[in-house]
């Protein structure tokens, strides 16, 4: 399969993760694209598949994980899903620093899941167990005081682009914890794409 195939794979199913690399280095492309497009098509085929008895796998694993956030495993669930693939994508490009990519990964996960967090109740038809605004509240407060603490070397730092917009989606979720009942928690298409710019800058 062709690197433009891959990418195009990506560009459809997770147009953060296409933009994040476009904004990378062209070597790094090469890594990236692959590995996002392996996690698009595995996301993708828990949905995808029409079969009853997968239909109720499928709901079932969800449930499963929502159920091990409702018991205090919220963290370990960001890590096994936003920390392990950051730091794949970061190990394949050099990096070492396996805690500090992980920990940006769970970061940017949070970032992920309160974006979300309409459309599972959709399609979940019940409440997550994320808690109420205060929670949320805490929840973004205490990923972002981590965030600023963040340290990350050099090797590796461009498969952290594909969490650019964590910060900002914590922050509103911080300042104004209703909006990720609401589904306002994305910022404008101006901001959204000028804090890409800024970020890839920083590289």
Known sequence: MSLQAVADIVAKGDPDRFDACMAAPVA???VLFPIYAFNVEVARATWVMS???IGELRLQW???ALEDIARGQFREYL???GGGLIWVAARALGGDDEAGFRALGRISGLANFLLAVPRLNARMDWPLPVGGPETVQQLARDALTELRAL???KAGRAASLASWRAGTILRRAA??????AHGTLPESEFRRRLS???AGYRL
């Open 28 to 30: 790094a492309r090469v």
């Open 51 to 53: 079969e009853p008895k």
């Open 175 to 180: 300042d104004e914890p209703d909006r990720v």
């Open 62 to 64: 969800l449930r499963d």
């Open 151 to 153: 340290q990350l070397p």
């Open 79 to 81: 890590d096994e899903t």
């Open 196 to 198: 890409l710019i800024w």
